[in-house]
């Protein structure tokens, strides 16, 4: 599977952003895709991971009730909807895609994107 990360870029505090994974070369339903994020001078963290064939969405603490995940199948494309978005939100974003919906929580990943910079300004 190959990810395409896109729609990172600059937002001020309180505002939104949607990213999009674009995957090709498998059959994308098969693949648990979620988000992986990475601030300045820290470790990568899990963000949000929907399953398979949708349907059910995890997200990390930080980001419950501000972000949603979502796929589209049938374009082989899975959102990460942010809002409400905080300085500390600042990260290279990374999609991640794995049969095994758990070994994306976990960031060990089969597949992993290249990333996108997310910027919020206070």
């Known amino acids: 599977v190959q990810l395409q990360a896109s729609g990172g870029g600059l937002v001020q505090a309180g505002g939104s952003l949607r990213l999009s994974c674009a995957a090709s070369?498998?059959?994308?339903?098969?693949?648990?895709v979620g988000w992986v994020r990475q601030a300045p001078g820290k470790e990568r963290e899990f963000v949000a991971v929907?399953?398979?064939?949708?349907?059910?969405?995890y997200y990390a603490d930080s980001v419950k009730g501000r972000f949603t995940i979502s796929r589209d199948n049938a374009k082989d494309i899975v959102y990460l909807q942010m809002n409400s978005l905080k300085p500390e939100d600042t990260a290279v974003y990374y999609c991640a895609a794995d049969q095994v919906l758990h070994s994306v929580v976990v960031l060990s990943p089969e597949y992993w994107g290249q990333g996108t910079q997310v910027t919020v300004s206070s």
């Open positions: 929907v399953k398979r064939r949708g349907g059910s969405e």
């Open positions: 070369g498998r059959t994308f339903y098969n693949y648990a």
